[in-house]
């Protein structure tokens, strides 16, 4: 199958793409290197070392034999987006390739805007593109979990048969989204199911639980294949977090009281979810929402996973409690329904504390890489001009050169200031 | 009450400024002249001549005595947003200030995601300003009948309340839109309910019927306050271009078998309800939809009701289907609830054969000024490169010029082609 991997430098991207190539199918990488940028602009960076992407290309031929594909460009610009459809004609195309932070969304103004213009556009560029080029082509979009909320009924998987005054339909199901990012994914997927109806085109669109682990086959093979481990609190999730601060202070803190429950699946799950959408196709016209978790836990039960854990290695940890800095409930009914991957074959990895063990064991070598201070939660849902850059002194000349190329990001986001922050 | 109406220059923005300030508001009008420039670009033009906003607020001063400040700009540009909120301190902002034409968003990509663009952004800028500079203002948003699309159960004010699996909850009406235009609505409607939740905003979010219409009282008292009358296959609606189908060649073409239905509501009404929004203002934090319409009616319906309209004035009209540009169900369940501005007091007025009359009357002199071939519907829902300009060689000067101020346009869209056609 010749597959599209858009957004294939990142965290999911580039393990994505050697698990589709090792398997045989043709996959090409397409990626503006934003979230390198990001971490330039907010002083972030992976825990686990990881290479240039021309690199992680180079080093992938030499150990696998096979070829993948790169383009550096950025879906939202139209004319490089028509150009690689029409000359590849893509059997699938699976688009990572968006803004996916809920905090660097609502830092301010200017973010969230980039955020919901730079998303949208991206996925309304593939679906011209698809329809005018490869109305054939398999559009596999990452959408989120978070774009149902908390309601206070089962959440099932992308539309809902609802009975109101005697009278039936099958309805998309009710989207409560949490910030500006999780809104961008919500539009998405309006705009892909109108797509899809309207055009005949084929999408699956797969609403992901909250992902953890960092190895896969193919990124275990050479330190250069290997892919990120976000543990910050604009680009980390919550296990990453609570596993690094287990690591260096032995405090993990959990933001209100805990109760808030997500999906979670693991990385390697999240391979073959995405192998087992491409090879069961949507047929033309349908627009499909698989709920792509396996395991739901709260914030707190996660936590006392991780002091388990971290205990099983002598690590003595607290778990400590602050103020939210999310509008969100704290304590709410969470049952959603995740059937479909299974139905299609999918057999989940389970989170269980060995498998913390097995995080923390591989973190640990990096301690002297983590930055205490960007575990600091700066961005507020309740401000909207948050001061979200984490920049020291020494940062300022590559973030000037690096703004020299950032073409796409907003006019007038994130000016650098005399005190090196990010306003 | 201090009112900004955003849009102020439109179809409705312009009558519904005036309406306030009879009634003693302090109305400021805000508009970036886009719907003038917009005709300029599809070689369309309001049937009844209408004023430069200039010359409509000095006749609304001879006339009435009041005045209605202007401000000319932009709402994607939020240092403009931001200054004229902070500076005015606007008890309310009534925001008309949005592409509203579902075929306008449907001629190309570049329509497409321009009008997603423009009218999120607009939206998000007015929300940041809003929760910066006046929290406790109230937006009044105006929103679209067709975010909900065509459901198989009856259609809820914004909220429907749904027992799943023994549990309730009160959630958003799903949203089926038919044009990325009305999408964009529905990518707002969810932006605002995150807002007011999030950050304690309030919002009256309108999803209006087809509005139909030329008259309100202050609009009537001079030429020079005259409002738009669009009849074309981009700007017009259903019952205008009947109207103008009858007295021109006597004949109604219908898309399709006509069983499309949907809400409707007199300009008078639509003046009226807005009021009694803004006079009965939600709670902090409160978040609600009100569906602004009065009556439905299905397509056939409608051209009967022309039919016999124009049978009383002697002139015999022949009703024709043809294929329809759109893809809708042509033929649905309809049903939708419009309570909640009847219980604050709205009389609604109602379409019937002598008003349709009345509108043959008010549009019958300007017969000289149809140009009947905007009455064709070029821009096809299947297509995603369709031909919609009108422009006739002698426009072109005139575009050139405008052109050279588009800087709020897609870069890319709309180029100009020898044939003097947009493609």
Redesign the interface.
């Known amino acids: 199958m010749k597959i599209l991997v858009v957004g294939g430098d990142g965290y999911l991207g580039w393990p994505q793409a050697m698990y589709l190539s090792r398997r045989g199918h043709d996959v090409t990488v397409l990626d503006n290197l934003a979230h390198r940028r990001w971490d330039l602009e907010c002083g972030t960076d992976s825990l686990v070392p990881i290479a240039d992407l021309r690199v992680r290309a180079q080093a992938w031929l030499e150990i696998s034999g096979k070829t993948i594909d790169l383009r550096l460009g950025d879906v939202t610009d ?1 004319a490089m987006v028509e150009q690689t459809v029409s000359a590849l004609k893509p059997d699938a195309i699976v688009h990572f390739g968006e803004q996916p932070s809920a905090p660097y969304s609502m830092i301010d ?1 200017a973010h ?2 980039y955020t ?2 730079n998303n ?2 991206g996925t ?2 593939l679906l ?1 593109a698809i ?2 080029h490869r109305p054939d082509c398999h559009l596999v979009k990452l959408g989120t979990m978070g774009e149902y909320g908390t ?4 959440i099932e998987e992308g539309f ?1 048969e ?4 005697g ?3 099958r ?10 990012y999780h ?1 961008s994914k ?2 998405d997927s ?2 892909i ?2 797509a899809c ?3 005949g085109l084929r999408s699956t669109d797969l609403n992901q639980g909250i992902v953890y682990g960092v190895e896969t086959d193919e990124a275990a093979l050479d330190a250069r294949l290997a892919t990120r481990f976000d543990y910050d609190a604009i680009w980390g999730t919550v296990l990453n977090r609570f596993c690094v601060q287990a690591l260096v202070g032995g405090r993990l803190t959990v933001y209100g009281r805990g109760g808030q429950t997500r999906g979670f699946i693991n990385i390697r799950d999240t391979m073959r979810c995405i192998e087992l959408a491409l090879l069961n196709p949507p047929r033309a016209g349908e627009y499909r929402v698989f709920n792509q978790f396996t395991e739901q836990f709260s914030v707190a039960a996660l936590a006392a996973m991780v002091q388990r854990a971290a205990g099983k290695k002598g690590i003595n940890v607290e778990i400590a409690h602050r103020e939210n800095p999310r ?1 969100e409930a704290q304590s709410h ?1 969470y049952n959603a329904r995740h059937a479909k991957l299974v139905d299609l074959g999918l057999e989940p990895h389970r989170l269980t504390e060995a498998f913390v063990e097995s995080i923390l064991a591989r973190i640990e070598p990096l301690r002297p890489r983590v930055n205490p201070a960007i575990l600091e939660p700066l961005v507020r ?2 401000a ?2 948050n001061r979200a850059g984490y920049l020291h002194a020494k940062d300022k000349a590559s973030i000037a050169a690096d703004e020299r190329f950032s073409a796409g990001a907003p006019s007038g986001a994130a000016p650098l200031h005399a005190d090196g922050r990010v306003r």
């Not at 309601?151 to 089962?154: S, T």
């Not at 998309?172 to 989204?177: L, V």
């Open positions: 139209f103004r969230a805007v919901q213009l949208i556009t309304l560029n011209y329809k005018e309601p206070n009924i089962d809902i609802i009975s109101h005054n009278r039936r339909d309805l998309p199901f009710p989207k409560q989204p949490g910030s500006f809104l919500v539009h309006h705009n199911l109108f109806r309207t055009w509008v009914y849902w309740g909207t001009r």
